[in-house]
């Protein structure tokens, strides 16, 4: 008997030959029949759509082994495969539904349905140039096509989206770059941001020239106001920036300012050193490209990078005396920004920030002694 044989076994007898003919007519009627049947649950809409897909698989099941099938069984099974892409690309389950439509296209290149659902479930998994490469062949088994030709024009279309969205990031990127390694030659080290409520998510900015232009922060902690330079360049001193604030005597006093303690001559710079970790080159680069380019267009390898060791400073500082212990350093009108960013002991916040205090205030006093700190 036929089903005694070993597997591979030519059949030698006429009855074997009569077994075998009736189990492949008994396979191929069960096929067709779990095809129909996976067609009626498609048919019968989205709540009977894992029927169909178990159907159509029973049905490729007696088609088995597909690599000995000859060219009509082929195109049946390929018709089986392409179904079930079909309902899988219906379910979502695009992986599955590309990996039926590339077997659809193995079993029967001529499968022209078979590549509209290659099309399909490789636009869902964004891959562009294979839905492409499908829209061509399927162009070359149906050259009139309207369908293969609009989503040819519609992959095409994100092609050109996707190089300009990768030509933008690699341009932010180098930016970035070129920001981070100007920061590093000048010994900048940047930490987490702070006061962004009131600077919003400013960022330096290096020109053509090599300048950094950095927003400044300037905070009056008697009243906690402030200021906002938004084009610092790192070669520009204190001073005229002051100068255009103007604490004049011929100026109107700060609203909060009742004394008009806050003169020209009488105000004084310092910045709060941060005994925080600075950031690591890889967070520096994620900081300066937030808000620029979408995190998930970055390259795996891109913030790979290790933290650097923060040194101490042995500068003239006021200590507070708040349980962070944190230090003040008084900032010398005639340095350059350059200059004051250098200092091994400032961390920059994200941008730079100083505090404005007037030695004709009696808040100076407090201040002075260590009797202040950040709210």
């Given at each position: 008997?036929?089903?005694?044989?070993?597997?591979?076994?030519?059949?030698?007898?006429?009855?074997?030959?009569?077994?075998?003919a009736?189990?492949?007519a008994?396979?191929?009627?069960a096929?067709?029949e779990?095809?129909?049947?996976?067609?009626?649950?498609?048919?019968?809409?989205?709540?009977h759509?894992?029927?169909?897909?178990?159907?159509?698989?029973?049905?490729?099941?007696?088609?088995?082994?597909?690599?000995?099938?000859?060219?009509a069984?082929?195109?049946?099974?390929?018709?089986?495969?392409?179904?079930r892409?079909?309902?899988?690309?219906?379910?979502?389950?695009?992986?599955?539904?590309?990996?039926?439509?590339?077997?659809?296209?193995?079993?029967?290149?001529?499968?022209?349905?078979?590549?509209?659902?290659a099309?399909?479930?490789?636009?869902?998994?964004?891959?562009?140039?294979?839905?492409?490469?499908?829209?061509?062949?399927?162009?070359?088994?149906?050259?009139a096509?309207?369908?293969?030709?609009?989503?040819?024009?519609?992959?095409?279309?994100?092609?050109i989206?996707?190089d300009?969205?990768?030509?933008?990031?690699?341009?932010?990127?180098?930016?970035?770059?070129?920001?981070a390694?100007?920061?590093?030659k000048?010994?900048?080290?940047?930490?987490?941001?702070?006061?962004?409520?009131?600077?919003?998510v400013?960022?330096?900015?290096?020109?053509?020239?090599?300048?950094?232009?950095?927003?400044?922060?300037?905070?009056?902690?008697?009243?906690m106001s402030?200021?906002?330079?938004?084009?610092?360049p790192d070669?520009?001193?204190?001073?005229?920036?002051?100068?255009?604030?103007?604490?004049?005597?011929?100026?109107?006093?700060?609203?909060?300012?009742?004394?008009?303690?806050?003169?020209?001559?009488?105000?004084?710079?310092?910045?709060?050193?941060?005994?925080?970790?600075?950031?690591?080159?890889?967070?520096?680069?994620?900081?300066?490209?937030?808000?620029?380019?979408d995190?998930?267009?970055?390259?795996?390898?891109?913030?790979?990078?290790?933290?650097?060791?923060?040194?101490?400073?042995?500068?003239?500082t006021?200590?507070?005396?708040?349980?962070?212990?944190s230090?003040?350093?008084?900032?010398?009108?005639?340095?350059?920004?350059?200059?004051?960013?250098?200092?091994?002991?400032?961390?920059?916040?994200?941008?730079?920030?100083?505090?404005?205090?007037?030695?004709?205030s009696t808040?100076?006093?407090d201040?002075?002694?260590?009797?202040?700190?950040?709210?």
């Amino acid at each position: 008997m036929a089903l005694l044989m070993d597997p591979g076994a030519e059949p030698l007898t006429e009855s074997e030959q009569a077994d075998l003919a009736g189990i492949a007519a008994i396979k191929e009627s069960a096929a067709r029949e779990y095809k129909e049947q996976g067609n009626q649950f498609v048919r019968m809409g989205r709540k009977h759509y894992a029927e169909a897909v178990s159907c159509y698989t029973k049905a490729i099941a007696q088609m088995e082994p597909l690599s000995s099938l000859d060219s009509a069984a082929a195109a049946d099974a390929s018709v089986l495969f392409a179904n079930r892409a079909h309902v899988n690309l219906l379910l979502g389950n695009h992986r599955r539904a590309l990996d039926d439509a590339e077997q659809a296209i193995r079993l029967s290149p001529s499968n022209v349905k078979a590549y509209y659902r290659a099309v399909k479930t490789a636009l869902a998994l964004d891959l562009l140039p294979d839905a492409a490469s499908f829209c061509r062949r399927g162009l070359e088994q149906d050259p009139a096509s309207d369908e293969f030709k609009k989503l040819l024009s519609q992959v095409d279309a994100k092609l050109i989206e996707q190089d300009r969205q990768r030509a933008k990031v690699a341009q932010a990127i180098a930016a970035a770059k070129d920001l981070a390694a100007a920061m590093e030659k000048r010994g900048v080290k940047l930490g987490k941001a702070t006061y962004q409520e009131l600077t919003g998510v400013k960022k330096p900015k290096l020109d053509k020239q090599g300048v950094l232009h950095w927003p400044v922060l300037l905070l009056y902690p008697e009243a906690m106001s402030s200021d906002f330079i938004e084009d610092f360049p790192d070669t520009d001193t204190f001073s005229p920036h002051l100068d255009v604030i103007s604490f004049s005597n011929s100026s109107p006093p700060l609203p909060w300012d009742e004394n008009h303690a806050y003169t020209r001559d009488a105000v004084e710079l310092y910045y709060q050193v941060s005994f925080d970790e600075p950031l690591s080159k890889s967070e520096v680069l994620r900081y300066l490209l937030e808000g620029t380019v979408d995190p998930k267009a970055l390259p795996d390898n891109l913030l790979d990078g290790e933290g650097e060791e923060l040194d101490s400073s042995k500068s003239n500082t006021i200590t507070s005396s708040s349980e962070g212990s944190s230090k003040w350093i008084i900032v010398k009108e005639g340095k350059t920004l350059q200059e004051v960013l250098q200092n091994k002991d400032y961390i920059v916040p994200a941008i730079p920030v100083f505090f404005v205090v007037s030695r004709k205030s009696t808040f100076y006093k407090d201040f002075k002694a260590g009797h202040w700190s950040l709210p």
